[in-house]
Nanobody
């Protein structure tokens, strides 16, 4: 059971990044997938989630700027991040769970995180 996040980096404010999370078949199949982020000194917070069938939900802070999607054939979930702001700077984690939740305890499996840094 593994989740491998990638795609983070350093970008200027207003720029874009696309995060990817590759999952093992057992972790991915039938599960909802979520993205969370954690900035230094802050709690991990919900960013976006998607069900197996493609239903999505977003945190208010990223609505209209971020898009979550998944390719079930490739066992991969994506987070397209546009119009990035300095306050989006954080370590981003992907997670798998049975429901499309917004809380950390609702997810059973977690990736290792990828750093996103947005400069002003």
């Amino acid at each position: 059971v593994q989740l491998q996040a990638s795609g983070g980096g350093l970008v200027q404010a207003g720029g874009s990044l696309r995060l990817s999370c590759a999952a093992s078949g057992r972790t991915f199949s039938g599960n909802a997938m979520g993205w969370f982020r954690q900035a230094p000194g802050k709690e991990r917070e919900f960013v976006a989630a998607i069900t197996w069938g493609g239903g999505t939900s977003y945190a208010d802070s990223v609505k209209g700027r971020f898009t979550i999607s998944r390719n079930n054939a490739k066992n991969t979930v994506y987070l397209q991040m546009n119009s990035l702001k300095p306050e989006d700077t954080a370590v981003y984690y992907c997670a798998a769970g049975r429901v499309r939740g917004t809380r950390v305890p609702e997810y059973d499996y977690w990736g290792q995180g990828t750093q996103v840094t947005v400069s002003s």
